[in-house]
């Protein structure tokens, strides 16, 4: 059985709740880490009362934006094959133990980022960018994004070396870095690599031009 942190939607929003990419000033993180509360994951996925906290980490080199490609047989059926710039997951109750002074939601976001990149990383290298929340589908209803920028400019390894490493993780099927301009063309959707298409957190990020 699996526990993950949850927080009551009205403690997200007072009124009407946003769709899509949310600027920093939306929601007070630090209020809502107060009123959130670990309960079984396999509950909450059912129960649109609650949202569960996800760290999503984008990982940028410059003026390059890394995006990766999920493997087909994801752990998550909807996500499978649609490529994403953000790596992350659950805040569980083990994470606790490395909250120290960084708090909740970004010592589970290191965390994240080291098992699903292989990429080890300071508390103060990750710069927060906004939030993202959609009420469009069932699965989104119950997920709500604090969304991350870990800038690699100052890693000794090349573009290529990177890549390299993260596509040898569990997660990415393929990988590719991408420019901000290809990412947030004047018109226009923005295009996902290969004529894929973009998971919904990621399309709702670069439409609100939260990497250009």
Request: aromatic share 10%; proline share 6%.
């Amino acid at each position: 059985m699996q526990f993950i942190l949850v927080v009551d939607r009205k403690h997200l929003f007072p009124g009407l709740f946003p769709q899509g990419f949310l600027p920093l000033d939306a929601v007070e993180l630090e209020r809502v880490e107060h009123h959130a509360f670990f309960a079984e994951r396999a509950y909450m996925e059912r129960c649109s009362h609650f949202k569960q906290i996800i760290p999503y980490i984008a990982l940028t080199r410059g003026d390059q934006v890394l995006c990766y490609q999920r493997r087909a047989k994801h752990t998550e059926q909807r996500l499978g094959g649609l490529w994403t710039v953000g790596f992350g997951g659950h805040i569980e109750p083990f994470d606790r133990d490395e909250t120290g002074e960084v708090g909740l939601v970004r010592a589970t976001a290191l965390r994240e980022l080291e098992e699903e990149t292989g990429l080890k990383v300071e508390a103060s290298a990750l710069r927060p960018l906004g939030f993202i929340n959609s009420e469009r589908e069932e699965v989104s209803q119950v997920h709500f994004g604090v969304f991350f920028e870990v800038d690699l400019s100052r890693d000794d390894r090349s573009p290529e070396a990177l890549a390299e490493l993260v596509a040898s993780q569990s997660e990415p099927e393929r990988v590719q870095w991408r420019t901000r301009k290809q990412l947030h063309p004047a018109e226009g959707p923005p295009p996902a690599p290969d004529g894929g298409r973009w998971e919904d957190w990621t399309l709702y990020a670069l439409q609100g031009k939260a990497l250009s």
